[in-house]
């Protein structure tokens, strides 16, 4: 009996022995792969004849900034992802799924795919979601944007918009430097950050778990109440102009909403 179990440890060991080695050697091969990167998209297109732009990615990094003209390049190391894009009346469509499945089986999802789209000018529409990969506008001009990003993270920088929403499940929103005229912003566990919060501006804030932070800029706020609900979460209002929860008569409403987090405006 205790020869049989000798025998059997030895058996254990030496596929354990083997099976790791095995592993070891095929994430080295998987993360040369995801150091190869190579170009699998690369289109220039008129911009007199855009308007407006629709994309929807499942598994590729999206960055949308200002540029000299539209313009669609997508590199990265997941060979399995391809771009289909085409124009449709005044409207850019992208998708990185059509006709193909995008689903990464590589040994630990090494491999990624980014997306650079070029915008020359102003646009009446975006609109973007995004299930895996993050977000990333840059000096965007838009009349109306919907954006969305399940899981990865949504920033925004030095863009401006008439009316925005954004959306997320776990993924964080971030802005900077970004002015609208009305914005709405909802996620699950992610956070909300705004810094240069435009002054005098109906906002709506809503989330589950994750926190909020609104910082104002050189731009104060000078007619605008602040409505909080909360369940476990908290308010906590840090910024000289607001006299209670108000700043003037209080025409413009920043309400926002969580279950368990916490606001702050600084």
């Not at 929807?56 to 060979?79: A, E, H, P, R």
């Not at 090494?110 to 990333?136: C, M």
């Not at 954006?147 to 920088?157: A, R, T, V």
Request: aromatic share 8%.
């Amino acid at each position: 009996m205790k020869k049989a179990l000798i025998i059997i440890f030895i058996i254990s060991f030496i596929i354990t022995v083997v099976c790791g080695i095995g592993a070891v050697q095929k994430f080295k091969e998987e993360y040369k792969k995801a150091n190869q990167i190579t170009t699998n998209f690369n289109e220039i297109y008129n911009d007199s004849k855009i308007k407006s732009a629709d994309i929807k990615f499942k598994n590729s990094n999206l960055t949308i900034k200002k540029g000299d003209k539209f313009k669609v390049t997508s590199k990265g190391s997941n060979d399995k992802i391809k771009i289909d894009a085409k124009i449709k009346g005044n409207k850019l469509i992208l998708n990185d799924y059509k006709g193909t499945s995008n689903i990464n089986i590589s040994f630990l999802n090494l491999r990624y795919n980014d997306v650079v789209v070029t915008v020359p000018k102003k646009l009446k529409n975006l609109d973007v979601s995004s299930d895996n990969g993050h977000i990333n506008i840059q000096h965007i001009e838009a009349d109306e944007a919907q954006l969305f990003s399940d899981i990865g993270n949504l920033k925004l920088n030095h863009s401006k918009f008439n009316n925005i929403i954004a959306t997320g499940d776990t993924a964080a929103i971030d802005l900077k430097h970004t002015m609208f005229n009305r914005g709405e912003f909802k996620t699950d566990t992610g956070d909300v950050y705004i810094k240069q919060v435009p002054a005098d501006k109906p906002i709506q804030v809503r989330t589950d778990t994750g926190d909020v932070e609104l910082e104002y800029g050189q731009s104060e706020p000078k007619n605008s109440q602040i409505d909080f609900i909360g369940d476990s979460g908290e308010l906590d209002i840090e910024h000289k102009r607001f006299k209670g929860k108000k700043v003037g008569h209080g025409d413009n409403h920043i309400t926002i909403e969580t279950d368990t987090g916490d606001a702050t405006i600084k």
